[in-house]
Each structure stands twice: as structure tokens, then as C-alpha cells.
């Protein structure tokens, strides 16, 4: 396949050599701006009355062949007034556009189902976020390169891994059953596509630790061949894509190619990652317990020892210093991708052609990651009335990872005294100090992935007459997604090895395919003076097909001979999943006088996963937009004004198989064979789909000619009857079932700001400001279920925390054990108030709860902020991109266990007495002093100290504030002058050099709390620490084009 996409590719740029070498003329040129006298970039320069055209590049520069001297060029952008030049004997044609007001309100944008609208005849909000803002900073997966970029979305990552998974989420969480995923719809080019994030294969060998960071599937898109992304937020904006638009949708709309020539565009990238941030450790108490010192290291000690001075005395071959073997562990990633386009055609055929290649070497040893992608795009006007467009996208991405929380929770148990860089004996053996080492680990325990991916569309657009319009439009996604999962086993009776103390091999492979079909005929017409209305009507076919299949060879016979005939136990498993789903929508559009806008849908769903009776289900959207600046006469001050309203019903159905009762395997019978048994969940005949109801309401302006610009919302959204599993009686062979119950709530605010604050000859400032508010609650939970926990996170002792709903409490809350608090009155047993002061016991310390546990905070924050800077002076181009998320907790996985082992900074107090502020159980003050070291001390044994006995044995220090401000990039680029170039080579040449995650401020110990514990799929992100650290990366870039 990648074969095939490289012969198009060249034979792309063949044929566009050919469409180039029968024009007349070349005439080449610059348009700038009377705004500032800056180059403008995407202006579209065509014949008159021909389809040749082209635009210009970043630099304002173009080129085109004039069939001859009384070709007329018509220059044009929108927001800008259109100019016609005559060619003439002119081989250099210069232009200068002067801003158009009345331009700027005719921008269109990309809706549901590819549907081109104005923006102002919208009645709902959606962000549009161009090829330049997405790519400035050079992010490898789209979904991170939206950072700071969007209101009302929430952006998380696993880590700062290769290949690492991110996700997002639009208007908070709306589904009370955590395996449901709240993540939007992509769609690229009209063709819905996939985003799961597979854990197939991470935890082999009956191990607990999942392999966090593997990618996400939208990470194999190439951000360089994206020309916008539409964010369709709300229930009105998305209710032509149906239930599976209930979360949002995020339009791609790619690259294409232009009449009149070719274009030819290079770009090399070459960076490297560095850890951002690591935990401040202490530097003085080496390895022990109870302050003594012990060499090997008996038992799990690493730095509750005596001080490097006082170990010396013992063990003369103690360093100087304690390694920082965090640091030490990590190395220096890189990041390499290199790209190729081509784009041009004629009047019959245009297209655009890509290739790229990244390499990413991780920062944690052994891992690193590839992403291979060919693109083709092709449009064929075959004749005015039929136009027809073929995509073609082919990606191979894969490498080696590793599974961050094992690697982390390593670290915690290696002791400093050692560096754990040094992992490995000359004979292979892992350097084994009483614990496991876990570089050695990512050496000899892998994971290795493998994806094939094809993503095709075509469509069709007829119109016999200009009030008629017929669509089609046929999509397919499909993938192969190979992966292999190997640990060594030992080379002799008694090795210490990873995880498993036998070996495995396992083969695990999904194969993925859905296939997608849209219909659509839309008619217009005039309804009376001024009033213009659109009806479209059509059909959508979606089908998904998904096979998981894997075996798990564990005990090999041979040490590092990976073949499942070398293992003793074979252990298989298979998954297949099918889903249909039907569509019928319609919509009607109304314009009055072209400044009042009405939007009527309704969509009839029906879906395999539900009952008979209930599979087809009805909702409806309508939506309004008053332009009242166009209306009346306001002051000249104000550029436009724009009054939104809109109220959608969006449907959603179940899982699959959720309405009936089904078989599992059964391998371990006594007989030693294999059979079938009832599997754990009982199938609900009578299951319903569940509704959200959506609300919205906006005004948009702009003022001084469009120099300054706002767009504020508010939503308010409830969906309800949701469909979730709960528990039924033991009585009926079942352990749950999917049931209709439940409320879930969100609301909140969005602001977008934009302005233009210094626009000259020479400089000229653009400012984006971005903010976000959600309010989540659970208003109702399923019949006879008090709580619902749908994650935990397993710490150290009694420290480890649990996520659970609520009936009235929002989604995110976060449970643990905590300090006891001392009042006279009675306290809430769900809530922990901090407010109270500290019970104290005799013995002088805080007396911790134990198992019990209450609310210690909430994983959503209060607000998302995002904040951009463009800066052009001449050739030079400045973007800085800030970001902050306040007003959140998360429980600190690493922090825990380093305070458990004596690693973090704070724990240097530890010969030290502290009286505890709070009050005895009679209530009076607390005076007694007590050492918070190990050991005896003035008569009075202290056990393992403060830190082992009660700190690390309570989850309220480690559920801490998260939030943070970030310098999320910074990007300077310089386009070298057109003189300075090749006049019939190189029409622009580009240098920029990129810094992403350059600075970070939060008071969170240790690791960006902008990083999951959990996989990127997940609707949990309550914890963080053993993740992959989030890298702080340098970027050098060069850009041709021919």
C-alpha cells in the first residue's frame, strides 16, 4: 500500500509538469495589505472566466499562467475588496488590498455533513481553527496541536511520550457510565472516522499495569495536510450527524489542489524533548531503614538510611551525592518528520498530493514511535453541472512502548545510592538491588504496535438546475492494528526478571472497518419578497466491523525465543463487534432580508443495539440567528452584531449487545479443557435510548472596522435516561445489566476574543483569548444505586483514592482517606471540611481515618483559558501561545510513594521535632512536640516515623490543587525575501525555530497534572504521576516551495 501511494504521489507531480508546460505565460507576483503593508497568504488569484487559478503563499507570492496578454486577473480574499488587473505585457504583477467590512460578514464555514453556510446565518456557536494556527507549533497529533485554541474543550494527554494518546472533550462529561466515551466525532473530508484508544495487549500475564500512552487513531492524520478545523459544539450544530454527533463534532476539512499550475512544498523538522518537569528530591538521607544503614538493600528502604556522611563511616564506596535517578532515567527524545506536497491541476482536475515520515525517539528508554502518510486528494469538474472528488489517505504507524505507572512505581523503589542508568550485568542479567531496575524493563519486556490504516472517500454533487442539488457521498475507515507483547523470561533457575517469572509472547490484532454513506438533495427557493428558504432531505448508512483477536503464550520453555509454539499455556481470546445504524434527516433553512436566520432538522435514527420496539427514535433541533447590525443602524463604532439562540434533542444509543445475554470462554475446567459459560451481563429487552436536551444562547460583535471582536455563549444541556450498567441480584445468574436511569448535567460559559491591538506599515499584533467554565452535576442516579465508582487509583497503604458519582455531586469527585478533623457537631459524612482543625492523639500526631473516606476534591476545573499572540514585523513572524486550567485536584500517584520511600525534599525535616497545629479530642490546643524521624528518641519509639506511619498512609496530601499556566509554544519564523531567491525555482523559503511546553507554573508535586493516569479513551482523569512525563521541546524548521 505504501508503494502505491508513492507512485501516485510522482505521478502527480508528472502530470502536473504537463498541465504546466501548456500554459502561455508565467506571471508572478505579490499581493500585500494596505492594513499594515504585510504579504497576504491564501489571497485567490484566477483567470476571468476560466477555472484557472491559484493563491498565494505565506509571503504573499504567487504564480500563474496567463493563456494570454488580455487575460484579466481577479484578485480576491475575503474581507478584503476584490481587484481585476489585464495582464498586458507584464511578467510581475503586484496588488494591494484594501479592507472590505462588508466582506468579512460573507465568510463561510463548513457544518454538519459538509454543508457550507455563512457564518452569520448561524445560530449556534463553532470554531474554526486554520492550517496556520494549527501548525505554528509543529505538534505531531492534531488533537494536541487544538491546545489553547478552543473554547469550551478540555485537552488531555497521557504523557510526553512517542506516539502518546490525547483526547477531548467538548462542554464537560455527559454520560454517567464512565465506559461510555465522551469524546467527539471526527470527520475528515466528510468521512467519519475512528478514534478509539486500544489497550488490546497491555496487561499480559495477569499483571495490573496497562500500557498508558499508546496512540489514539486520530493521531495518525498528519496535521500538515489539514487546511481548517470546524468545532461543532452544541446539540443544534451537530444534529444532523445524529447520536453519534452527541458529543460534538470536529470537522477536517484537507488541503486541495488549485487550477493553474502546480506547487510544490518542502518541510523539514528536527527537535528534541526534554523532561519538563521532575519531583524536588532530598538530597542528604541515602538508603535504609530506621536510619540504618543497609548495603545491598534489604527490603523496601531506598532513602530512610543515616546521612551520605554517616553512611561513608560504613561503606567507604558511597558516593559523595544521592542520584536524582528520576532525571537519570530519562534521556534526550528526538523528533524528525519530514514532508513533501504537491498540489496544482487544470480546469478539469486539480488535486493536492502529500507524503510525510516522523520519527519520534521517546525520552524513556526503548521506546520511540513512527508515522508513515500518503495523501491524495483529487477534485474532477466533469461538467458545470457534475463535479465529483476522490480522498485517499494511507498510514502505517507503530513502534515500542512501555508501560509508564510500572516504570514510575521502579523508580520510587530504586534507591539513590544507585543510578539506575547502570541496569543491566555484562551476562544480560538486570542489575538487581532488592528490587526490580526499570530501564531494564523497557529493554526486555515490550510492547510493539503496528498499524495499517486506510481512510477513502468519494462523492458526487449534481445540479441540473440552480435550485436543485443532489449529493452522495461514501466513506470508508479501516485499519489493522498488529501488536506484540514479549517478556524474556530467565536465562537460569533464580533470574530476577519483569513481571512475569517465566517469559510470554502474545500476539494480539484488531481489525477495524466502518463504512459510511450520506445522500442528500437540497432544494432552494425564493418564498416571497426577502424571504429565501433551503430544504435539504437525505440519508445516512453507517456500519462498523471490529475483530479482536489475541493468544498469550506465558511460561516459555526457551529464555527469549519468542514463538507461541515455545509456550507451555496457551491462552486465546476473541472479540467481534457489529453495529448498523440508519439515518433519515431533514432541514430547513430560512433567510429573511439576509439578517434573520431560522434552522429547522429533524433526524429519525435506527439503530442495531436497542430492542425492536425502540431502535428507531425521533429528535429535532431549531436554531436562530438575528444579524440585528444589518437590521438597523447602529454606531459606526460597532463593525457587526449577532443575537444566537438554539435548542437541540440529540439521541444516543447503547452498546453493542447491551439487550441480550450472551457466552464467554470458560478455560479453566478441570478436565483441562476449554467450553463456554453465561457471561456476566444480562441482556435488558426493554432498553431505551437515552436524550440530551440542549440549550444555547450568544451574542456576537465586532467593532472599529473588525479591529476588536468578542463571541460569548452560555449552554445548558441534560441528558437524561441515561444508559448505564448496574449491579443486579446474585439470584439471577447475572452480575449487572444495562439499564435506562440517571441525570447528568452540564453548564457554562465560553468567551472568545479576538483583536487586532497595533496594525501598521511594519508591524502588526493579533491577539486570541479563549475561556471556558463548566458546571457539572449528576442529578439522578439509577434506582437503588448509592454511588457509582467508576475508577480508582491504587496507592500506597490506605493512601490510594476512588472516583465515584453521586446523586447532586458533579462528575470528577475524588474520595480518599484523610486527617480527622475535631467538631462538636456532628460532620458531613461525604464531605471533608478542611476549614475544621486537625485531631491530634495523645501520641502528639494526626489521627487518619483509615479505610474511611470522604470528598477531597474534583479532577474538572473550573476554568480552561488559552491565550495567543501573533506578532509580524517585515519578514519576521512571532506566535506565543499561553494556556492555564485552574480550579482542580488530582490525586499525585507519585508523590505518594516517593513520601512512602523518603525521596521528596520535604521529607529532609525528618530529625526534627513539630508540634501539630490542631486540637486533642477534649478540644483543647495541641502542645506536644514529637520527632518525625525513625526509630527510638528520647525514650519514645517512633516506629518508621511520621512520614511511613501517617503521611503515606492517608490520601488527602496527595489529592492536591492542579492547576496550572503554561507557556504552551513559542514560535519565531523569518521568510526569507523573494530577491534573495532562485526567481524561477523557489517561489518562498521559510526558517522558524519552535519551543513547545517551554514553561510551567503549578504548585503540583513532581509531574504535569496536565497528564493522565489513564488512557487517553478514558472519562477518568483523577490522578497523575506514574505517567510519562510531558516534554518541553525545541523545534528547527525549514519550508520551500517551488
Known amino acids: ?595 434573520l436566520f431560522l434552522t429547522l432538522t429533524g433526524r429519525n435514527d435506527i439503530t442495531s443495539t436497542l430492542p425492536k420496539d425502540n431502535r428507531s427514535f425521533f429528535y429535532p433541533s431549531a436554531s436562530l440567528s438575528y444579524v440585528f447590525s444589518d437590521h438597523f443602524k447602529l454606531p459606526t463604532a460597532i463593525s457587526q452584531a449577532k443575537l444566537r439562540l438554539s435548542y437541540a434533542q440529540i439521541g444516543k444509543d447503547a452498546s453493542e449487545y447491551a439487550t441480550s445475554s450472551g457466552f464467554t470462554n470458560y478455560i479453566n475446567l478441570p478436565t483441562g479443557t476449554t467450553g463456554l459459560t453465561i457471561s456476566s451481563n444480562l441482556g435488558n429487552p426493554t432498553l431505551r435510548p437515552e436524550f440530551t436536551n440542549s440549550f444555547e444562547a450568544g451574542l456576537e460583535m465586532s467593532f472599529f472596522k473588525n479591529r476588536l471582536g468578542f463571541d460569548f455563549t452560555y449552554y445548558y444541556s441534560l441528558s437524561k435516561d441515561q444508559i448505564v450498567r448496574a449491579q443486579v441480584s446474585s439470584a439471577t445468574g447475572y452480575v449487572s445489566s444495562f439499564i435506562n436511569a440517571g441525570d447528568i448535567r452540564n453548564r457554562g460559559v465560553e468567551l472568545v476574543i479576538n483583536g487586532k491591538p497595533i496594525v501598521s506599515d511594519q508591524f502588526r499584533w493579533d491577539v486570541n483569548l479563549n475561556l471556558s467554565a463548566n458546571r457539572n452535576k449528576v442529578l439522578t442516579m439509577p434506582n437503588g444505586i448509592a454511588e457509582l465508582v467508576y475508577g480508582a487509583a491504587r496507592g500506597y497503604g490506605n493512601a490510594g483514592v476512588t472516583m465515584k458519582l453521586i446523586e447532586g455531586q458533579p462528575y470528577g469527585n475524588i474520595y480518599g482517606s484523610y486527617f480527622n478533623r475535631y467538631s462538636p457537631q456532628a460532620q458531613d459524612p461525604v464531605f471533608l471540611d478542611k476549614n475544621l482543625p486537625l485531631l491530634i492523639g495523645a501520641n502528639g500526631f494526626p489521627v487518619i481515618s483509615g479505610g474511611q473516606q470522604r470528598l477531597l476534591g474534583n479532577s474538572q476545573p473550573d476554568y480552561v483559558i488559552g491565550l495567543g499572540n501573533t506578532f509580524r514585523y517585515k519578514q519576521f513572524s512571532l506566535n506565543v501561545l499561553f494556556d492555564a486550567r485552574l480550579g482542580f485536584e488530582k490525586y499525585n500517584w507519585l508523590e505518594d510513594f516517593y513520601a512512602a520511600f523518603g525521596l521528596p525534599d520535604y521529607t529532609a525535616d525528618r530529625r526534627s521535632y513539630k508540634v501539630f497545629d490542631g486540637v486533642l479530642a477534649n478540644g483543647t490546643p495541641n502542645t506536644k512536640p514529637v520527632w518525625l524521624g525513625q526509630n527510638t528518641v528520647d525514650g519514645v519509639d517512633y516506629g518508621e516515623g511520621y512520614y511511613r506511619v501517617y503521611y503515606r498512609n492517608v490520601s488527602e496530601p496527595f489529592v492536591s490543587d492542579a492547576s496550572w499556566v503554561r507557556l504552551r509554544s513559542a514560535s519565531l519564523s523569518y521568510a526569507l525575501p523573494a530577491k534573495w531567491l532562485p526567481a524561477k525555482t523557489i517561489k518562498s523559503a521559510s526558517l522558524s525555530v519552535t519551543g513547545n511546553n517551554l514553561w510551567l507554573w503549578t504548585k503540583y508535586y513532581g509531574v504535569d497534572p496536565e497528564s493522565s493516569s489513564f488512557d487517553s479513551g478514558s472519562n477518568n482523569d483523577g490522578s497523575a504521576g506514574f505517567t510519562y512525563p510531558s516534554a518541553r521541546t525545541i523545534l528547527f524548521s525549514i519550508n520551500v516551495g517551488f
Not at 75 to 84: A, F
Request: aromatic share 10%; glycine share 12%.
Open 1 to 595: 500500500m505504501r508503494k502505491i501511494f508513492t507512485s501516485l504521489f510522482f505521478l502527480c507531480v508528472f502530470l502536473a509538469g504537463v498541465t504546466a508546460m501548456a500554459q502561455v505565460k508565467t506571471i508572478t507576483g505579490k499581493i500585500t495589505s494596505t492594513d499594515d503593508g504585510g504579504p497576504l497568504p491564501g489571497v485567490s488569484i484566477k483567470i476571468k472566466g476560466t477555472a484557472t487559478g491559484t493563491s498565494t503563499d505565506s509571503n504573499g507570492a504567487f504564480t500563474i499562467q496567463a493563456p494570454s496578454p488580455s487575460s484579466v486577473l481577479v484578485i480576491s480574499l475575503i474581507g478584503y475588496k476584490t481587484q481585476e488587473i489585464t495582464v498586458g505585457s507584464k511578467t510581475t504583477v503586484n496588488a494591494v488590498l484594501a479592507s472590505d467590512a462588508q466582506e468579512l460578514q460573507e465568510v463561510t464555514i463548513s457544518t454538519a455533513l459538509g454543508i457550507t453556510r455563512q457564518a452569520k446565518s448561524l445560530g449556534y456557536a463553532a470554531q474554526t481553527v486554520n492550517d496556520k494556527d494549527l501548525n505554528f507549533n509543529h505538534q505531531p497529533n492534531l488533537i494536541n496541536a487544538l491546545q489553547g485554541k478552543v473554547a469550551g474543550a478540555t485537552i488531555s494527554s497521557t504523557g510526553g511520550g512517542p506516539g502518546q494518546g490525547a483526547s477531548i472533550k467538548i462542554r464537560g462529561i455527559n454520560s454517567i457510565d464512565p465506559n461510555i466515551p465522551s469524546d467527539p466525532l471526527y470527520v475528515i473530508d466528510g468521512v467519519q472516522i475512528d478514534n478509539t484508544t486500544s489497550t488490546l495487549g497491555a496487561n499480559p500475564g495477569g499483571t495490573a499495569y496497562g500500557a498508558r500512552g499508546v496512540s489514539n487513531r486520530a493521531s495518525d492524520v498528519n496535521p500538515e495536510d489539514i487546511e481548517t478545523i470546524n468545532i461543532l459544539k452544541g446539540g443544534a450544530a451537530t444534529a444532523l450527524y445524529g447520536l453519534r454527533g452527541a458529543n460534538g463534532v470536529v470537522v477536517i476539512t484537507t488541503k486541495k489542489g488549485k487550477a493553474g499550475g502546480f506547487n510544490i512544498n518542502l518541510n523539514s523538522t528536527y527537535g528534541f524533548d526534554n523532561v519538563l518537569i521532575s519531583p524536588d528530591v532530598q538530597t542528604e538521607y541515602t538508603q535504609g531503614v530506621r536510619g540504618v544503614y543497609t548495603n545491598p538493600p534489604a527490603g523496601i528502604g531506598p532513602a530512610w538510611g543515616p546521612t551520605i556522611a554517616e553512611a561513608k563511616l560504613i561503606d567507604p564506596t558511597h558516593p559523595d551525592q544521592l542520584y536524582d535517578n528520576y532525571k537519570q532515567a530519562f534521556e534526550t527524545g528526538q523528533q524528525i518528520k519530514n514532508s513533501v506536497s504537491v498540489a496544482g491541476g487544470s480546469e478539469a482536475i486539480k488535486f493536492f498530493s502529500s507524503v510525510s515520515q516522523l520519527y519520534q525517539k521517546g525520552m524513556m528508554p526503548n521506546t520511540d514511535y513512527k508515522n508513515f502518510s500518503a495523501r491524495l486528494n483529487t477534485d474532477f469538474t466533469i461538467s458545470p453541472k457534475l463535479k465529483a472528488s476522490v480522498n485517499m489517505n494511507f498510514n502505517n504507524s507503530g513502534g515500542y512502548t512501555y508501560s509508564a505507572d510500572r516504570f514510575g512505581e521502579g523508580l520510587a523503589y530504586w534507591s539513590p545510592r544507585y543510578d539506575v542508568a547502570n541496569s543491566e550485568n555484562p551476562d544480560g542479567t538486570q542489575v538487581y538491588l532488592g528490587t526490580n531496575n526499570p530501564i531494564w524493563g523497557t529493554a526486555n519486556n515490550k510492547l510493539k504496535g503496528d498499524v495499517n490504516r486506510f481512510i477513502g472517500g468519494a462523492s458526487v454533487v449534481y445540479e441540473p438546475v440552480k435550485w436543485l442539488n443532489f449529493a452522495y457521498r461514501f466513506g470508508v475507515d479501516t485499519y489493522n492494528d498488529n501488536r506484540i507483547r514479549t517478556a524474556r523470561g530467565p536465562m537460569f533457575t533464580g533470574e530476577n526478571v519483569y513481571d512475569n517469572e517465566f517469559g510470554f509472547y502474545g500476539e494480539y490484532n484488531t481489525k477495524f472497518r466502518t463504512l459510511n454513506s450520506t445522500f442528500v438533495a437540497t432544494f432552494s427557493s425564493k418564498i416571497a419578497e426577502g424571504l429565501n428558504g433551503t430544504l435539504r432531505v437525505g440519508q445516512e448508512v453507517y456500519d462498523k466491523r471490529v475483530k479482536d483477536v489475541g493468544v498469550l503464550g506465558s511460561q516459555l520453555s526457551i529464555y527469549n525465543f519468542f514463538n507461541l509454539g515455545n509456550a507451555k499455556v496457551l491462552t486465546p481470546s476473541q472479540t467481534i463487534t457489529e453495529k448498523r445504524l440508519v439515518g433519515y434527516f431533514g432541514e430547513a433553512t430560512f433567510d429573511y432580508n439576509n439578517y
